[in-house]
């Protein structure tokens, strides 16, 4: 095991949330090095019957961190005759690390799945599930039928879930001691339990403990985008297909223009006229057009702001969602609010059901449903301060095994797309000529075919690797460390891709080896340092040899989003040339924009979750009085309260039995239907309520005083709702007719990207009157500068673009 | 009002909100304590009449010090340098580029933006704190020659306020509320019985020199008044006119829950107290040059001056329209319709009936340049009726102006929400009962 470099001062203080040395764990991996010889001498029987006498230890309230040292030499054990690898001493202290609750940073190629299985066993000896969430479902099935013969070996089983697995197959899953599956799918399962009539309906048992591999993308990046439940709806009224029409006819810049980020489209007045006209409409803005208003809106964000092949790809006469983060197409996910239907009318594919939210979290309230969580990454250090804020977790860093060698090469930073795509090009072919195996990444289906195309022009053998062939994913990346090989992917070739040296079964690695290993060029910088490290960490997989370099430009979408011309000093020469940038300081300024980036995703996902956690209390608050409902453990009482004589009337004629049980029913669907109304209204308040910052009031305390009234209520809309449908719904032998209540179960559901993003309109002072009164002649200069600068900006806004 | 004190009665019944408040209250009474403590080498006496030639405006700052300032307490610059330099902070970072950039790199530049900021209010303090000594060098006292004099003073006061500063960010941190405020509001409070004492005095003189009838009468003028203004500040600091928004991003609902649906609100009080600051400050400033300069003064000129800067009509009338400029001229520089319109526009929201735009803006700017008429009118009606009630009453320098109500009533507004938002994180009945 090679010390890794002492961290210096700098590094420790920055991070203060880090384990850097974990020394202090070095008895216990020593204690389990000696258990080897007497657990190696153990019959296979011995082994699973040790292993459940710990159990029954831990049962009968003995602590597992005791436990630790004889139940991880007992894996090591298993894991050596089942799969014939034996845990390395890093790995037992992985194990050790995520035992007590720790997201561990472990390099690429490290072994995390087989360090994860020593504290998942025993976690799981007590009878308790665990989950071990990864990061898609390929790696849920891989990793489960991997590990699984470990497990059968210690006398537990593990399953695992994909996204197609049913009902059954799920439950079946669930009572495995150990489950492999996504985060997604554990989370929607949750959702799904949550509106369950039926007690036996649901799939989940009481969470116990959670192991999340590639924690740093589940929990921080992925944070961002709630889990949303949806189910159908009668279709709208307007017409999507109509509304595209008068989308296209409208022209950027002239009748719409977009904000800074480009998040927003918005009309301008020629463009108001224009539409108004176009559509025949009088008056756009009046609240009755507002259904049209909003499918023009939705119709212009479809064709402005979503592209074809990066947003999304048609496929079979459908749309299908491209996961920004994996780079996969994301199964059963919509847009949400009739954007999915004006990309469907855009695209001219048939179009699909309206929806409604049915039920939300977040991945953050998600993971909070786990009593012990850890986590597993090769990027956690530069996220620690995010991850100890919102989920309490100190990262640990465990050493390597081998020491990397593998070259980050410096950046090169070009003028303009051509120069760039000239030489990434060349780079390409040389290293190919040279029979050096190149993965690029790219950053949408788009890009990596228009690369690929230009490869294949001259004459350079490539496989594109994205959404739209992901059947063939497992193929693709199994040849691409073979000699020469080119492969141009998306992100998908990111995380948990393992390419080794000289094809799937590295007969020809010492080649490639020879000529300096795996060769990974970024086309631009992603949204996060660590998804840069990680692209960079498909090279130099346990001490391979192997090189990284990112081939930027001054127009990459990222630094156009984020203005990077607007960092760049005055007199900086940036005339378009051939050859790389060379000046130091737009070097340096290009890698800030990354820091903004990050510093305003932090920022965004830290407000996300302020204005979440009260909607999750009320959730959790809802979920577990509905719970009791479920389980027939709250007495009925609202029928005969509000209506004894109907109540007296049906009881005479059906039984006791069948009226609580038809109360229970309506009492259950009109949670769920209030809950869904309360969630609806939220989000529209969401949307405003940036408003509040004009007159000096925090809009989350405003935001979180209008959910506090709407919630009390909700609860009296919901005791009104259930005696409206006792007293009107036909209540017979069966049991209550809902379905003409209208409160039929939804048919089908699917899941809703909803993107959480609003930007406030500036930072409350604080200090307020106080600063004038004290201040008086500095904070009127302060806001008259204040005032003409904003003048200043808002007219060049307004002239150029 | 008795909203407000549910509030605080239900935060003590929360363990960790409570925790919080005793903390706070703890950090507040060190804060008063040090308000006692006299800086050396100056002589209080005569330091307390350099602040009365200040008239009003050494009123104000003593007031804002908690009293520290004529106390010559170690308190006395108060949190002033830290204040000035927040300010400094938020200029140059609309100035310099790279502090632009540093503050948009979320938590870390922030955290270093307020090293800076630290750093600068002990700069300033230093510099406030030579100014202070240079201004009370006719008050020194002691025995230690004067620059080592002048090294002690300088020093104690910026020490003192590097204290507070600290204070306060312990109380942002572990207390409740933002500290700073707290602290002034503390201070402003703490002067109550003092006020209430001179009221009693007033009494007794008037008792001697009209009947305990006029006095009783008087004394309730006083007291009204005084409640009234309390009142109406109260009312006008929360009074906003809200205008209906629409957003096109999605249809509305079925109900909205919570409450009315959603609006933009406009605050009558955009200007806040600035307005009657600077007029105060400049009403003032003839009386202070005078009082400084020319107090046996025979000119013709500065005699009349003297008559019309104290207690004529016509003096009142110009304070008034002062007043009412400077109110039109701070809201038109806080409060921007045009801003705000483009702001509604790109997040997809809009006034029903008005196009977004111009159309949106004129009507933004219609609404609340009738507000500003109206708070003209509000702030100097707060600021004049002490001053003429004094006048008739002859009871002048009664507790305070319109501007320390106005300040204490923004800190409670503030601490009450914060309390309550705490609250709303933890408190639920049972569902459905």
Known sequence: ???????????????????????????????????????????????AAGFAALGARVRAGESEEELAVPAFALVREAARRAIGQRPFDGQVLAGLLLRQQRIIEMQTGEGKTLAAVLPASLAATAGRGVHVLTFNDYLARRD????????????????????????????????????????????????????????????????????VDEAD?????????????????????????????????????????????????????????????????????????????????????????????????????????????????????????????????????????????LAQTTLQGFFGRYPRLAGMTGTAVPSSEELFEFYGRDVAVVPTEKPCIREDLPDLLFTHREAKETLVLRAISDAHAAGRPVLVGTASVEASEALAARLLERGVACRTLNARNDAEEARIVAEAGAPGAVTVSTNMAGRGTDIRLGGSDEARRDDVVRVGGLLVLGMQRHDSRRIDDQLRGRAGRQGDPGATRFYLGLDDDLFVRFRLSGLLPQGVDLHRRDGPVEDPVVLREAARVQRIVEGQDFDARRMLSRYTTVVERQWLHLSEYRERVLRREEPPRLFREALPERHAATVAQWGARAVDEAERRALLRCLDRGWSDFLESVAYLRDSIHLMDLVGKDPLLEFNRTAAEGFSELQRDIRAAVVEVLATARIGPDGIDLGSAGLAAPASTWTYLVRDEHDGTGIADGLGSLAQAVAAPLWTVAAILKYLGKGKKGGKGGSGR | MPGMIDTIKNAFKIPDLRRKLLLTLGLLVVFRIGCAVPVPGIDIAAFSRLVDSLGNIGNLFDAISGGALRQVSIFSMSITPYINASIIMQLLTVVIPSLERLQKEGEEGRKKIMQYVRYATIVLGLLEAGALWYGARSAQSGVLPEFLNAIVVIFSFTAGTTFIMWLGEQINEFGIGNGISLMIFAGIVSRGPAGANALIAYFQNWTLSY????????????????????????????????????????????????????????????????????????????????????????????????????????????????????????????????????????????????RPGRPTAEYISRVSNRLTWFNGIFLALVTLLPVVLGGVTKASGLWFGGTAVLILVGVAIDLVNQLESQMLMRHYKGFLD
């Not at chain 1, 002492?6 to 991070?15: A, G, K, T």
């Not at chain 2, 003064?297 to 009338?317: D, E, M």
């Open chain 1, 1 to 47: 095991m090679t010390r890794p470099g002492r961290p210096s001062l700098h590094e420790r203080r920055l991070h203060p949330h880090v384990l850097f040395d974990v020394s202090s764990l070095a008895p216990q991996v020593a204690a389990v090095r000696r258990e080897e010889p007497r657990c190696a001498a153990l019959p296979d029987a011995a082994i």
């Open chain 1, 217 to 357: 993308s589940l929990l921080i990046d992925e944070a961002r985008i709630p889990l949303v439940m949806a189910g159908e709806e009668a279709p709208g009224t307007h017409d999507a297909r109509f509304w595209d029409g008068v989308a296209a006819a409208l022209a950027p810049g002239e009748d719409f223009d977009t904000d800074e980020y480009r998040r927003n489209v918005f009309l301008t007045e020629a463009g108001v006229s224009k539409a108004e006209a176009l559509s025949g409409t009088n008056h756009l803005y009046e609240t009755r057009s507002l259904p049209s208003l909003v499918a023009l809106q939705n119709a212009l964000h479809a064709r402005t702001l979503l592209a074809r092949d990066v947003d999304y790809i048609v496929r079979g006469g459908r749309i299908e969602l491209i996961d920004a983060q994996t780079g996969r197409v994301a199964e059963r996910r919509r847009w949400p609010y009739g954007l999915q239907e004006a990309i469907e009318a855009k695209e001219d594919v048939a179009p699909s059901r309206r929806g409604r939210i």
């Open chain 2, 211 to 354: 009947n305990v009838l006029v006095a009783v009468a008087l004394i309730l003028l006083v007291v009204l008044a005084f409640v009234a203004i309390i009142g109406g500040v109260i009312f006008v600091q929360l009074a906003e006119r809200r205008i209906t928004v629409q957003y096109a991003k999605r249809v509305v609902g079925r109900k909205m829950y919570g409450g009315q649906s959603t609006y933009l609100p406009i605050k009558v009080n955009m200007a806040g107290v600035i307005p009657i600051i600077f007029a105060m400050s400049i009403m003032t400033l003839p009386a202070t040059i005078i009082s400084f300069f020319f107090t046996s003064s025979t000119n013709p000129f500065i005699i009349w001056l003297k008559a019309a800067t104290s207690q004529s009509v016509g003096y009142y009338v110009i304070y008034a329209l002062m007043i009412f400029g400077f109110t039109f001229f701070y809201s038109m520089i806080q409060f921007n319709p045009v801003e705000v319109s483009n702001n509604l526009q790109k997040n997809g929201g809009f006034i029903p009936g008005y």
């Open chain 1, 144 to 211: 489960a039928l991997w590990m699984g013969p470990v497990y059968a070996r210690l006398g537990l089983r593990a399953a695992w879930i994909q996204e197609g697995s049913t009902p059954a197959e799920r439950r079946d899953a669930y009572a495995a001691d150990v489950t492999y599956l996504t985060a997604k799918e554990a989370g929607f399962d949750l959702l799904r339990d949550s509106l369950a009539m039926e007690e036996g309906d649901r799939v989940h048992r009481p969470f116990h403990f959670a192991l």
